[in-house]
């Protein structure tokens, strides 16, 4: 084994592993490297939005921003940027997102020279926010879904004019927000079986990260079983008898934003269950005369009421041990 910057080899059941240490405190890229036992000089932070500005500008601090752009002031105090905390950070103030004003307040009904960031592309935008905002709940952005579709941080979020109590969105909530696109998931969310999202208890970022994330549909786990557990912990098992649809995903059978069936089915009991369970035993299809809810001894209550789930109550898996068809 060896320290500092090198590599530690171990030779486990005959391969070779290689380890790097990361460090926490790696400083960045051209900065200042401190001597061992020594701590680096705090380097100026670089001002991501210096492309914003025109060309041979240089700062002239918030105040004279403020002199004509006096409106914002108030609005943005309420917020995070606005805090005593952002402008020990950003060490130039309005400037740190906006770039440099010199050139504009010299011209400032020229285009060319108002440093916004509307007048940039969606890369662009998004390069100013992740300078800051890089890390926790924005990791996983670069690559994510909606990084893809050349959405900005600014589709979403409102520096100056926020609307919603957290996140700076443009709208309200983020369900509000969410719903300018998602309109078809929006519109599964007034069907009679639906997640309580319009009653306020769940919002979309209680499931998912809008910026990204490791696991499918951007949602806050490793997988949707895992999601999903969150709240229903009796469904996670482990069970004596198990059913197989329920360990792969709980999407086989629910949707998950709304469904005119009962529980966020796909499809109604017992069709649903038929999906799968087209021909076994009793038999399980109901096409036939002899399993139609007509009068007389063939009569059939398969078809009525919850059908399959009549007998077959435990279907998310079952610890009886005489029910291995997940009966209780």
């Not at 299809?285 to 789930?309: K, W």
Request: glycine share 8%; hydrophobic share 30%; net charge negative.
């Amino acid at each position: 084994m060896r320290r500092g910057s090198l590599q530690v080899l171990i030779l486990a059941g005959g391969v070779l592993l290689a380890f790097s240490p990361l460090s926490s405190h790696r400083p960045a890229a051209g900065g200042p490297v401190a001597a061992q036992g020594e701590t680096a000089p705090a380097a100026e932070p670089e001002v991501a939005a210096a492309h914003v500005a025109a060309p041979g500008a240089t700062y002239v601090g918030s105040e004279t921003c403020l002199g004509c752009h006096d409106t914002l002031d108030a609005t943005l105090a309420r917020t995070p940027h606005g805090s005593r905390h952002f402008l020990e950070i950003g060490v130039h103030g309005c400037e740190t997102c906006h770039g440099p004003g010199s050139v504009h307040v010299e011209d400032p009904d020229v285009e060319a020279h108002q440093p916004s960031l509307e007048r940039l592309s969606a890369q662009q935008q998004t390069a100013v926010c992740r300078s800051c905002h890089d890390g926790r709940e924005q990791f996983f952005w670069e690559g994510s879904k909606h990084a893809r579709r050349d959405l900005s941080c600014l589709t979403c979020h409102s520096i100056h004019s926020a609307q919603s109590n957290d996140g700076q969105l443009r709208l309200a909530s983020d369900v509000e927000q969410c719903a300018t696109c998602h309109k078809d998931v929006r519109a599964e969310t007034w069907k009679s079986s639906h997640h309580p999202i319009r009653e306020g208890k769940i919002t979309c970022a209680d499931c998912h990260n809008p910026h990204g994330g490791p696991a499918e549909k951007m949602v806050r786990a490793d997988s949707v079983n895992d999601l999903c557990y969150s709240c229903h912990t009796e469904k996670r098992g482990p069970f004596l008898w198990e059913h197989a649809p329920v360990r792969e995903s709980c999407l086989t059978c629910h949707t998950p934003h709304g469904s005119n069936h009962a529980k966020l089915q796909r499809v109604a009991v017992p069709y649903l269950c038929q999906q799968c369970h087209a021909n076994t035993r009793h038999p399980s299809t109901l096409y036939d005369a002899r399993n139609l809810p007509t009068e007389g001894p063939t009569a059939s209550n398969r078809l009525v009421e919850r059908g399959c789930v009549n007998c077959h109550s435990a279907v998310h898996g079952s610890n009886h041990p005489s029910s291995p068809y997940l009966a209780h």
